[in-house]
């Protein structure tokens, strides 16, 4: 009887140490996650930003989690995404003529990587961004509104031609009209005037009533 106790103490202790020993090995992989590498802020604007990142392959990330904060301040912003492959994230709503910092980690199904190395940048001023802005520097945005106005400047021709090549051809048709009247006009003046005419005695003389 008490080999059977020592027995199912000895599976006991075995099994609490097999346990114990996945558990350990459950949180070493999941303390394993590599941070992000290459953190890159890109694409900085006076109210935004881009920032990217890479992992190493091999790690099984789920999606990602990025802290931004003030340089000098303590409040944060976090943003949180999960269920995702992408290795970038817009930053909106900057200040402008301000120093971020911003770290990245990685989200796998155990939990989160360590942050990453902190990258502080800062936004540049209104008149700065404007000032970096060359003449001949023209945006899509720009040279879309060039095209819409083009468009409508051609439009806009367009109709004016078309009016015009109306009014012309309505006063030709008229002139028309009018030459083609003329002819007549003048046959029933000329009518007219040798009826109002008074008429002549043969010999030369005018004609006298008799009394």
Known sequence: MAKRGFSAAVLLLGFLSVSSVHAVYVCVSDTLLSAPLNVTIREIEVNSAVVTWEILEGDPVIGFAITQQKKDVRMLRFIQEVNTTTRSCALWDLDEDTEYIVHVQSISMGGSSPPSEPVLFRTPKESEKLASKSPDEVTMEEVGQAAQLRAGELIIIVVVLIMWAGVIALFCRQ??????????????????????????????????SNV
């Not at 046959?187 to 008429?199: H, L, M, R, V, Y």
Request: proline share 9%; with cysteine; net charge negative.
């Open 175 to 208: 002139y028309d009209i009018i030459k083609d009247n003329e002819p007549n006009n003048n046959k029933d003046k000329a009518k007219n005037s040798s009826e109002c005419s008074t008429p002549e005695h043969p010999q030369g003389g005018l004609l006298r």
